[in-house]
């Protein structure tokens, strides 16, 4: 993959092999009107997310990733996913650069992320759990050696259940390793149902996964009414298996 428009092609095969050859810079006139990415605002779509609109709603189902994506030491800049699920959606529930990973992510830098998911009243509508993260909403596969850096904000104001939220991974239920991240997560939740769980590199860890030799830099934030509960972990907001060797210098307090 050398330019934008073959690393947006990714979506049309999701079992493929890839490896990038070339650095790639994305510019705010690909997400404006009339870009190559604008999308109806939206911008970049999360690999495997399909959003489909017809007369009465606008609908998102995701299809995981199984093949292989090598950054092979290049970087992606400046890429920009701008999600919005109004009264009309039936939600749309990640948030990342790929919806769901059940390949192998390796080797991606990604740099200067600007990544948001708004879910606006919509009562009727409710959904167990939104995810949001920088690589993977929900990975079942592998991610190793990535870096990514910028900022992602989830804003909640349906009756869906919790924001998960991790700058590597919403929910962890594979292997991440040798991964760091800066990038700032800022969760805000406003319905008594709603909870957050964030963590610095997943949100969820589930049983027999992996997380190891992972470095955690940027800032949490979680934003609740007095009728809500946010949970904040440093690697792992709500840990069930193994975590080794990780390192992250700042304190976080719920």
Same mark, same amino acid.
């Given at each position: ?12 095969? /999701? ?14 006139? +690909? ?47 400046? /890429? ?8 009309? +959606? ?23 992320? +600007? ?69 700032? /997560? ?33 800032? /949490? ?31 976080? +307090?719920?």
């Amino acid at each position: 993959i050398a330019d934008k428009e073959g690393f947006a092609a990714i979506a049309n095969d /999701l079992t493929g092999r890839y490896q990038l050859t070339a650095d790639l810079e994305f510019t705010p006139a +690909d997400f404006a009107e009339g870009g190559i990415f604008y999308n109806d605002g939206n911008g970049f779509l999360p690999f495997g997310l399909q959003k489909t609109v017809n007369e009465h709603e606008t609908t998102y189902e995701a299809t995981a990733f199984t093949g292989s994506l090598d950054g092979n030491g290049h970087v992606i800049k400046g /890429l920009e996913i701008k999600l919005v699920s109004s009264v009309e +959606d039936i939600t749309c529930a990640y948030l990342a650069l790929f919806a769901q990973n059940a390949g192998t992510l390796s080797c991606l830098t990604l740099t200067d992320c +600007d990544f948001s998911l708004q879910v606006l009243s919509a009562p009727s509508l409710y959904v167990n759990d939104i995810y949001g993260a920088g690589v993977a909403a929900l990975n079942k596969g592998t991610i190793e050696r990535c870096d990514v850096s910028g900022k992602l904000s989830v804003t909640i104001q349906s009756e869906a259940g919790k924001a998960v939220v991790g700058a590597v991974a919403a929910k962890n239920q594979g292997n991440i390793y040798d991964c760091k991240a800066s990038l700032a /997560l800022n969760v805000s939740v406003s319905r008594p149902q709603n909870a957050i769980w964030l963590g610095g590199i997943t949100g969820y860890n589930d049983t027999a996964s992996k997380i190891e030799r992972c470095f955690y830099n940027g800032a /949490l934030t979680g934003t609740v009414s007095d009728a809500q509960t946010c949970y904040i972990g440093a690697v792992a907001c709500w840990n069930y298996a193994a975590v080794t060797n990780c390192f992250v210098p700042n304190q976080y +307090d719920a």
